[in-house]
């Protein structure tokens, strides 16, 4: 016989089970509002950014003899690292009264900034490389509503002319070269720490036009600084050959490589990475297209992590060092390798890595299914 105090008592226990553990993520900004270095009164324009998932590879782990961890940043509203950067970049243009945004991308700072900017009321205008955008990025970019220009030039000459148009005319530039872009994207690292307890031996990710490196090595910097970490990790970057000026010291002219994201040559962040690198006793290295794809496809099969070409530089660049003994000794560390941007994003690359799919169709009957599943 159940008394009412103890139904009331049973109820509440019921409810506390039911109640999440966590609260919603509530995007960066307000998240780790006092650590940015932004207006304190910024409004926050967020579609949830950041929060995203570390996730321990067991293959990779295995084949290191190391302790892996993937920071999968296609988990973002737009599917790439890039919403970190939005999301404060133009809650500060909106603060300081633009009506229009502007940027130059390979793809995924347009998908990013259209939406956030849809958010906003914002208009925005892209500029991308004719013919070099992966149409999932350019559907993203149209679909939100920008004014996409399509430049017969490279991403290089993009950026330029985006700096040019922020310059004459009254819209506000969100390319990384905008400081505050760099201040929400040094939040991955914040979550890094506060998800480890503290920060890793060893840090890998791909590098394009170097304001990714660049962030999370100031979020690293900034949580030592404060005794979260008591310890900043080697920061270890890879480019593709075919657009490797960080590796070269040389400006690449014309970039080219099936991983769009990284098809830059002349980085704006350049001093900054190489700064970040070279303060954390890291370095760049270069891949092949081949060893960037074949990273992708085994990082979709081995650990069900779904990235685009460009995300997968950061395991090939893990798979190269431990196959030449290059960078660092992995053996005994704990490392974390940022994949950048989601795999549905840029389907035609991936599924040309497999060639000709043979196409299996068979009549609506248990059997034959079976036997062309190899059951029987
Ligand atoms: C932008 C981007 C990169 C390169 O980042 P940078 O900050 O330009 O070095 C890598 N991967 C993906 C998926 C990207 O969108």
Redesign the pocket.
């Known amino acids: 016989m159940s008394s009412p105090a103890n139904g009331a008592v049973a109820s509440a226990e019921s409810a506390t089970a039911a109640a999440p553990t966590t609260q919603q993520w509530r995007g960066v900004i307000e998240e780790y509002r006092p650590l940015l270095d932004i207006p304190a009164d910024t409004p926050a324009i967020t579609l949830g950014e950041g929060g995203t998932p570390l996730v321990r590879s067991e293959w990779l782990s295995a084949v290191g003899k190391a302790d892996v961890w993937l920071k999968i ?2 988990q973002n509203p737009t599917g ?3 919403d970190r950067g939005m999301t404060t970049a133009i809650s500060v243009a909106v603060h300081e009264g633009a009506k229009a945004c502007v940027c130059a991308s ?4 347009s998908a990013s900034m259209a939406a956030y900017a849809a958010k906003a009321g914002l208009t925005p205008i892209v500029l991308v490389p004719s013919g070099k955008i992966a149409a999932g990025k350019l559907a993203q970019a149209l679909v939100h509503g920008a004014q996409v220009i399509q430049v017969r030039g490279n991403f290089d000459d993009c950026l330029r002319m985006s700096r040019g148009l922020a310059d004459h005319y009254p819209v506000a530039l969100v390319n ?1 070269v905008n400081p505050v872009r760099l201040q929400g ?1 040094k939040t991955a690292s914040f979550e890094i720490v506060d998800r480890l307890g503290d920060a890793p031996d060893i840090h890998l ?11 999370y090595w100031l979020g690293y910097k900034q949580y030592a600084d404060l005794g979260r970490a008591t310890r900043k990790p080697v920061m270890r ?1 890879f480019q593709a050959e075919g657009a490797a000026p960080l590796v070269t010291g040389e400006v690449f002219p014309e970039p080219e490589t099936r ?1 769009t ?2 098809r ?1 040559g002349n ?1 704006a ?1 350049w001093k900054l ?1 190489t700064a970040a690198a070279g303060e954390s006793g890291g370095g760049f290295a270069a891949l092949s297209d081949d060893q960037i794809l074949h990273a992708q496809a085994e990082l979709a099969r081995r650990d069900g992590v779904f ?2 070409p ?2 997968a ?1 950061g395991v090939a660049g893990f798979l190269q060092d431990l196959e030449l003994g290059t960078g660092p000794t992995y053996a005994g560390k704990q490392v974390v390798v940022t994949v ?2 989601h795999g549905l ?1 840029d389907t035609v690359t991936a599924l040309e890595w497999f060639g000709e799919v043979p196409e299996v169709v068979v009549d609506a009957d248990i059997d034959a299914a079976a036997a062309a599943a190899g059951l029987v």
């Open positions: 940043e296609g790439s690292f890039k390979t793809g995924n700072t990384s994207q990710l791909p590098v394009g036009n170097a304001g990714n490196i660049s962030a970057a991983a994201a990284i830059i980085p962040s990475a990235v685009e460009a995300s530089a950048t941007g994003k």
